[in-house]
């Protein structure tokens, strides 16, 4: 099966989000244990100042310090923003190329102006279906983006069925 896909920004954009949606799929017991570690210090750092002041809060002093605490979060997460965009492809670079992707009982293939690349079966982590997008993951942040776009409405079925042959244990599907 042969399939011609072309990527916009806009599936980019897709996979950033359905990335992390992915990741947060594959979250290890370590990172639950972590991220529970970080809620019990910043509870106790809360307490014990709480405690030094000797329960009495002053309530201008907790206001002012709440209102520079969120304006700094805000202030690190627009940037964090603006270079988070700047890592985005080039609007005319090699991902928005056009690609063919040739899928065969060993693997798929997808080439275009200046390259090829071939992939076995056995290396594709999961495959996760999105509303929009089918992502062949090689990595936790590398996958093959095939938009549900590309395919005509009466060859998804083939697709699917093709690819389910391979992949049917490694299929997720997004809720």
């Keep these: 099966m042969e399939l011609e896909v072309k990527l916009v920004r806009k599936d980019f954009e897709n996979f950033v989000l359905d990335s992390m949606k992915y990741g947060a799929l594959n979250k290890t017991r370590q990172n639950f244990i972590m991220d529970n570690i970080f809620h019990i210090i910043l509870f106790l750092v809360i307490f014990v100042f709480i405690v030094m002041t000797d329960f009495k809060i002053n309530i201008p002093n907790l206001i002012f310090g709440w209102i520079i605490g969120c304006v700094s979060v805000i202030a690190v997460i627009a940037e964090m923003n603006k270079n988070r965009k700047r890592l985005f492809p080039a609007e005319n670079g090699f991902l928005y190329r056009q ?26 982590k ?4 999105t509303k929009n997008c089918y992502y062949f993951f090689i990595d936790n942040g590398f996958a093959d983006i095939i938009p549900k776009r590309c395919l005509d409405p009466e060859r998804v079925e083939q697709f699917e069925g093709e690819i389910k042959k391979h992949l049917a244990d490694r299929w997720i599907v997004a809720k």
Excluded at 126 to 129: H, K, P, T, V
């Design 126 to 129: 999961n495959l996760y279906e």
């Design 99 to 124: 690609k063919t992707y040739r899928f065969s009982s060993e693997g798929y293939q997808d080439s275009g102006e200046n390259y090829e690349s071939k992939k076995n079966w056995a290396i594709v």
